[in-house]
């Protein structure tokens, strides 16, 4: 099973910006489809962005689409989410997360290899 440690969260002021990291264990990163999920306590974990193995495809929720950016860099087996303009409504744990897939998902059933998180917290 593939390790994956996120760091990079915090709190900040609405408005402010967060980048978010993520470091794979080994290089099966580099065959991995890649996502951030965040989850709020007394609420389902859900999606916020997926990015393919070769950084062709992404999708991001709609909530965070033109403010945040996801990218990887598979020779360092990084994640990174850069989070601009950012929101009361996202605070959350953000986790970072790997799929066995060819294209991108955004179903966390799908994810086999979970972060322990990192939090972010967004003040008004």
């Known amino acids: 099973q593939m390790q994956l440690t996120e760091s990079g969260g915090g709190s900040v002021q609405a408005g402010n910006s967060l980048r978010l990291s993520c470091v794979a264990s080994d290089r099966a990163f580099r065959n991995k489809v890649m996502a951030w999920f965040r989850q709020v306590p007394g609420k389902e974990r859900e999606f916020v962005a997926c990015?393919?193995?070769?950084?062709?495809?992404?999708v991001y929720d709609d909530a965070v689409k033109g403010r945040f950016t996801i990218s990887r860099a598979n020779d360092w087996n990084r994640l990174t989410l850069q989070m601009n303009n950012l929101k009361p409504e996202d605070t959350a744990m953000y986790y970072c997360a790997a799929a066995p897939d060819n294209q991108v998902v955004t179903t966390a059933s799908r994810f086999v290899d979970w972060g322990r998180g990192t939090q972010v917290t967004v003040v008004s």
């Open positions: 990015i393919s193995r070769l950084s062709r495809s992404i």
